[in-house]
């Protein structure tokens, strides 16, 4: 009895070791940011680990994790670059010095180049000169399919500006269709930009999806910074007639 006991006891030890051992071998590989084929994966990392120390995982659950953490980038290289805040989730930050350019002229010339680039004007957004905010709320069409819409805040002092895009959304709509003998209506889902999170998590089939959404709304964001940016910094030149 007391062998029995000694073998069960030594049993569980040792379950205990394979799992911590393939926890800990899952955790330093997403912690590490050492692989072939990851870059700039932070978001992706944090949202896994998250699951992973959230939920009870056998090892063959692990070892399949890391399976398809492999194959993921080997498959689609690297991935996006996608900023963090404190709660975890995706906020741009982006900051540009004007030199001794007045908080009213760049206050001025980024509402034109809203109504230049999207036909925004202060009727239809938040603009505050004394508070030097600038808030809209836009949108933009990735594909046939998926749209995005997000909220940013324009903040202004004097030479300085810092731009943030956050509360990003996807939409998704799905036309009316036939599908053998029936008709299948019209759908529309609107979904986070967090919920895209674990990508590797997800069925493999939705991968190159949520990695293009991702990819669009990060590359979106940083050419229309771009524009803003060299508007302002070139402003008078844009303008000379």
Known sequence: MRRLKNQVFSDEIHQKNVVM???????????????????????ERAALTNKILSTANSPEDLSRI???????????????????????????MFTNDFGQTPK??????????LAI???MY??????????GKIILNNSFNIDATYSCNYTCIIS????????EFFNINYQEYIPGHNSGDDWIPE???????????????????????????????????KSEIANLFDYLSNYEAYNAF
């Not at 202004?156 to 731009?163: F, I, P, T």
């Open 187 to 221: 759908k529309t889902t609107n979904f986070s930009i967090n919920q895209v999170f674990p990508v590797i998590l997800k069925d493999p089939s939705e991968w190159k999806v949520n990695l293009n959404l991702l990819k669009a709304v990060n590359e979106r964001f």
């Open 66 to 92: 890391g399976s398809k953490w492999n194959q993921f980038f080997i498959k689609y290289g690297n991935y996006p670059d996608l900023p963090l805040d404190q709660y975890r989730h995706i906020r741009y």
């Open 156 to 163: 202004l002092k004097n030479g300085k500006m810092l731009v």
């Open 122 to 131: 202060p009727a239809n957004l938040y603009s505050n000169l004394n508070d």
């Open 104 to 113: 009213e002229k760049l206050f001025s010339q980024t509402l034109e180049w």
């Open 117 to 119: 680039n999207y036909a």
């Open 21 to 43: 051992k393939s926890l800990s071998f899952i955790i330093c590989l997403l912690l590490s940011g050492t692989y072939l084929y990851a870059q700039n994966d932070a978001a």
